[in-house]
């Protein structure tokens, strides 16, 4: 309708000069799309600062000094201060060392978390909520403004009386409208674009649900691979024996040793010896002194059980079998074969795939349970019984929680087929007999296979220095 004939129809229908609502001036397209304006400006501003709230770091510096500001790195620091005053053996030091560099990696990574949401979040959001929105809401009212003016105009031509009159407001009305059309043209652009980037928008909140769950996984694959290093190296039990090997530049492992020697003086003609259990404050006692090389051997000798219980200790600590993870299957197999001369081969096999450290602690290990079970008459222990109370300690399957617990239960009676044929056959299995690389070691370092028979049928030994 041209303003003309529209200003003629107010002027001879006087029913349509009723205030029109400036919604009611805008495409049908566009209504749904203004109501969600204010919504949108309102959620932009709460949720922006309600994120900056989460933001451990200062915004707006970069990333190295925006670490050294994050409480990860200030704790990182306080260890790093706190380490200084322990000495270079102590375990706590040792621990506290890699907790520092933990800590100190995981604020760098946060640090670069913060970053992204700060560039990929935050800033958008608060533009949005500035400026865009706020400016769009701005030409909104001034829309609704000029809407009520040339309602105004209208209804004022309208009242008058004189046709006269009537075409002196005529000019009001038209610069009315005039100024109408073309802030209707501005809001109703403002919302169409609005409308092409509401999806946009919308994803700034899926970036940062994106932007949450790499950071999270990264830490966690940095937490999970460092924390089992850690486990594994902070201390002498639980530590890969490889690695305790070549700190300490032994073939054997200090405890498997330090305990053999104790038990050889004091525990041959032990009735139960591993089998039964001793008090555990004197277990734990020696543990901690085997895991820092400051055994007395005067105060523990006396206690054989005690021994055999922390070498039994020491051995279902590491993180990986002495007879390994990789051949658990194969000695099983091996085991169930009938023939003796066969089971016996296919057990040479498998040791020859033992690496080295293994098979040397396993050797010396189960030549010493064949001497002990050689004494059975007196220490009731046979093959047998050693291999229950001791097998599952040598041999046990790759899992972990409950599923390490029902795969355990199932092979310890298995594991009996494996140790008890290795501890009657050990002369066969392994003809090198008892030694120790380093002559100087305290411990029966020249003791051959053939003395140490000697010794349990108690004939006197010279153990060496002491």
Not at 152 to 178: C, F, H, M, Y
Not at 323 to 328: Q, W
Not at 402 to 421: G, H, K, Y
Not at 440 to 453: V, W
Request: hydrophobic share 40%.
């Amino acid at each position: 309708i041209c303003f003309d004939t529209c200003i003629f129809t107010v002027s001879h229908n006087k029913h349509f000069c009723r205030s029109q609502d400036a919604t009611e001036l805008l495409h049908e397209d566009l209504v749904l799309v203004e109501q969600r304006v204010e919504p949108a400006k309102k959620a932009a501003q709460v949720l922006h600062k309600k994120l900056q709230a989460c933001m451990q770091s200062q915004q707006g510096l970069e990333a190295e000094k925006r670490m050294k500001k994050l409480p990860l790195m200030l704790l990182s620091v306080s260890m790093a201060e706190s380490l200084k005053d322990f000495d270079a053996e102590s375990s706590i030091r040792r621990v506290l060392e890699m907790c520092c560099f933990m800590e100190k990696m995981l604020a760098s990574m946060l640090a670069d978390f913060e970053m992204k949401v700060e560039k990929s979040v935050l800033e958008p959001l608060n533009k949005l909520s500035e400026d865009d929105l706020p400016e769009i809401l701005k030409n909104k009212k001034q829309f609704a403004k000029l809407t009520t003016d040339w309602n105004n105009a209208r209804i004022s031509q309208a009242s008058t009386g004189p046709q006269a009159k009537q075409d002196g407001l005529r000019e009001e009305v038209e610069e009315a409208w005039r100024r109408l059309e073309c802030i209707k043209d501005q809001y109703s652009a403002d919302l169409y674009h609005f409308a092409t980037k509401e999806e946009d928008y919308a994803n700034y909140f899926i970036r940062l649900l994106e932007l949450q769950a790499e950071y999270h996984k990264n830490s966690h694959e940095f937490l999970d691979k460092n924390i089992n290093e850690l486990k594994e190296n902070h201390s002498q039990k639980g530590e890969r024996l490889l690695s305790h090997l070549s700190q300490s530049n032994r073939e054997i492992a200090a405890p498997i040793q330090e305990c053999i020697h104790m038990l050889l003086r004091t525990g041959m003609r032990e009735e139960g010896l591993f089998r039964l259990a001793a008090a555990a404050s004197v277990v734990k006692r020696l543990k901690t002194c085997l895991d820092q090389e400051t055994v007395d051997h005067s105060e523990f000798s006396m206690d054989p059980h005690a021994v055999a219980g922390a070498l039994k200790c020491y051995l279902r600590e590491l993180p990986e079998p002495l007879m390994t993870f990789e051949l658990y299957t194969d000695w099983f197999k091996a085991a169930g074969e009938k023939d003796l001369t066969e089971k016996l081969e296919q057990f040479r096999v498998l040791l020859k795939k033992l690496p080295p450290e293994n098979y040397n602690n396993l050797r010396y290990l189960v030549q010493f349970l064949s001497l002990l079970s050689e004494q059975q008459a007196i220490n009731k222990m046979t093959p047998s019984n050693i291999a229950i109370v001791l097998g599952p300690n040598l041999l046990w399957p790759r899992a972990e929680g409950s599923a390490l617990f029902d795969m355990a239960s199932a092979s310890s009676v298995q594991v009996v087929t494996v140790i008890e044929p290795l501890i009657q056959n050990s002369s066969s299995l392994f003809p090198e007999g008892i030694q120790t690389p380093n002559a100087d070691e305290p411990l029966y370092c020249d003791i051959s296979f053939q003395s140490l028979k000697g010794y349990c049928s108690g004939e006197t030994l010279s153990l060496g220095p002491y």
